[in-house]
């Protein structure tokens, strides 16, 4: 048995190898890996790993968007420190989703879930099915996340979805509010948050920026092909074009 391990944080990656060494005694483990890119040199290069345990935000993104690229089949036990993620980590060969700081025990019941799994997939199947349809019924809209924490004045604030004008890349993602105020969020990428976000609501209008539908007023079509965006938050410097080739896709959203 094969264990492939993902984890970008080298203490808890430590304590994870010595944790799995001491519960499967028998198997050989690789990594682990820090990122998506090493996720994807790895998986190219490599015979399919029995099981994977990965961590969910990574140094340059998720670890989602590696196993799409490398089309993954192995079963997966993520760790994270959010629970957003569940619905699509289950959608993904996931058997187990485990919270950070990760309790021994329940990453030995998720071992224990993997070699049942083994021993009768189509069982575990319908276990997981079951799950996924209790974590539906439990939440009013599962896939999109509509509530999001920056740091401001030294205090952790929660913006409600409505409330968001747009997140901006510049060193750090910022979010900036319909008040004009701008907040360091925790994420590292525009493409984690854009998984997140409800479609309908938000704009990947570059790749420095994610705009919510709340904060356009409106667009000015520019001599080449591209739109200017106007925002309506207060004082707010910041000019905001579209590119002529997301230029159509922009009306649609904006439109409706």
């Known amino acids: 048995m094969t264990i492939l391990l993902i984890e970008d944080e080298p203490l808890i990656a430590r304590q994870l190898q010595k944790l799995v060494r001491q519960l499967e ?3 050989t483990i690789e990594g682990p890996l820090a990122s998506v890119q ?11 790993p029995d099981l994977v345990i990965a961590d969910i ?21 993520f760790t994270t420190a959010y629970d957003e993620y569940a619905i699509r980590a289950f959608k993904l060969n996931s058997i187990d989703y485990l919270l950070k700081p990760i309790d021994p025990d329940e990453l030995k ?21 079951q799950f996924l349809a209790h974590i539906t019924e439990k939440q009013a809209s599962p896939f999109y996340k509509r509530r999001f924490t920056g740091h401001y004045l030294r205090q952790i604030v929660s913006v409600p979805q409505e409330q968001v004008a747009y997140f901006l890349r510049d060193e ?6 319909m008040a004009g105020q701008k907040l ?7 493409d984690e948050l854009e998984e997140l976000v409800d479609p309908g609501c938000f704009f990947r209008a570059s790749r420095q920026c994610l705009l919510s539908l709340n904060a356009v007023s409106g667009y000015r079509s520019h001599y080449s092909g591209k739109l200017q965006v106007q925002l309506n938050t207060p004082n707010d410097t910041l000019d905001l074009m579209v590119s ?10 904006f439109e409706g």
């Open 25 to 27: 005694p028998g198997a």
């Open 244 to 253: 002529k080739e997301k230029s159509a896709l922009f009306r649609q959203w």
């Open 184 to 190: 360091i969020t925790d994420y590292k990428t525009l």
């Open 172 to 177: 750090v993602i910022y979010l900036v509010n």
């Open 57 to 77: 935000q990574l140094s340059d993104g998720v670890s989602f968007e590696a196993f799409r690229q490398a089309d993954l089949n192995a079963p997966v036990i």
């Open 38 to 48: 090493s996720i994807c040199d790895f998986l190219s290069s490599h015979k399919s």
């Open 109 to 129: 019941a998720a071992l224990a879930k993997y070699h049942r799994w083994v021993a009768s997939s189509a069982e575990l199947g319908d276990q997981f099915r």
